[in-house]
């Protein structure tokens, strides 16, 4: 497995959280702040 990629792989999946917050909600929103709080 490639050097950090265990710690780049949520920052990676930002873009699909968040569109997917924007129409949904809930639980979507909950981990976009969960990712981005690591920051």
Do not use: C, D, N
């Amino acid at each position: 497995m490639e050097s950090g990629l265990e710690e780049r792989l949520p920052v990676s999946q930002l873009y699909h959280l968040i569109f997917h917050a924007l129409h949904f909600g809930g639980g979507y929103i909950r981990r976009v702040k969960e990712i981005l709080t690591k920051f």
